[in-house]
């Protein structure tokens, strides 16, 4: 396998892996049968299964399969900054007819659904985030007993089939350096893997489309198909925990530039909004998926395997909710940390600032006294008797002032004590009041008894 194939799962080689061509016995079997439309932007997929384990590249006709054939007609949105009418234009120009406005509605529209629309199953797990986001999530299908037609926001990895060894984990990896046996340069055997293949891998918790196990029903193609979209939100969930742990040891490491512009850029408040747009979308799946198994139990068609494969994916989707909120937790503790560094470089700024407050408030003061347009002020050569007494006014004035200020600044205080000693003078009668009444009544008590009785 040369690098180019190995290249395809990352980069613009993802959006493509699910076009690859069929093997030598699907061309055998159906020779140009299959090719991929592109109805504007919007990227189509058929496969037909025999219902024993093969699958086959077909015409995209929305024909239902015979027998045990079944068929899969896959649509894939464009992620764009696009209205909702938009993608509805696109679902019309490629499914109708045969269906009808109402099966389109129901695979597009915003929110959690699911339902019989015209006879069929539908369920959708539509996100209304804006489409161009990395955190909104559409998937929908529609199906019956021979035929699925699913509708996806985007490229759904590992949603596709590939031809059995074509799957990039099957091969002998070796890095890009030669090793050195005894001083002889010698070349590995096997594909090179590159340094941001691999960190794409190390992203992924699944295998590759050449991995997939073929359905032989369509039960087992409904669980593939919510299978995948479980494993999407766990590889995103992937990749913000490993974000969020390179940037926690950038914390660590940087400064104060760094500290900076992490809340300029407003990182964390809108790491922590994507965080509840996929929190929305987890909810979605969990009111979605137990509705699904409950309507595909009583199917005669839905085996009770498949059944169970769908309250397990529930299961996983209930502790895929816990873990985002662990992260959305050390989202908030981090942003916390970071206000409180600001709130730390406004102290100290504060505290230089008050420091030369303080250096220059007995200058501004001295320029302020002898700076006076009065008569009488020291050290100026001011004799005329008739001006001596000026400044001294001026003085006085402003002593008074400062006793005026003084009192409003200390006024609450002495309120305070005022009432407080008011309280207790108070409450010092009212104990003696009630001192002396029970003294009187005891002592009536013990005049009562010597008579011989006591009154109640």
Known sequence: MELADELQINGEGEGEEMDREP????SRREPHLYRNHFGGMVRKKAYIFDGHGEFYNKEWDLTEGRGNEFCWYHVELPKGNQKLSQS????????CPPLKLQDILSLVSNGPFCGHVDGALVFRVNSPGPPASDFTFRI???ITEHSVITVSLGRVPRLGFSPVGESLLSEIPRVESPSYVRGEQKERSGIVIREHVLEFLLTMNHSEEADNPVPKSVSNLVVHIIDTHVDHLQDVVTKLEIELDSVELEMDKGGFALKKQMLDDRRFPKMHLNLQRLLQVIAHGEQVFPRVKEKCSSKHWFSSEDVNSLEELTGRLRRLKDNVGFIANRVTAIQAGLDSWQAEQINKKLYYLSFLSIVFLPLSIITGVFGMNVGGVPWTGQNDPTLKNGFRNV??????????ALLCFSFPALYTRIVTWQRRRVLRRSWSL??????????????QERRGYLRL
Do not use: Y
């Open 23 to 26: 093997s030598a016995e699907a």
């Open 395 to 404: 003085m006085l004035l402003c002593i008074v002032m400062l006793l005026l």
């Open 88 to 95: 509805a234009e696109h679902l019309i120009g490629v499914l």
């Open 434 to 447: 009630n001192r002396k009444s029970f003294l009187s009544r005891t002592h009536g008590i013990g005049v």
């Open 140 to 142: 929908a299908a529609r």
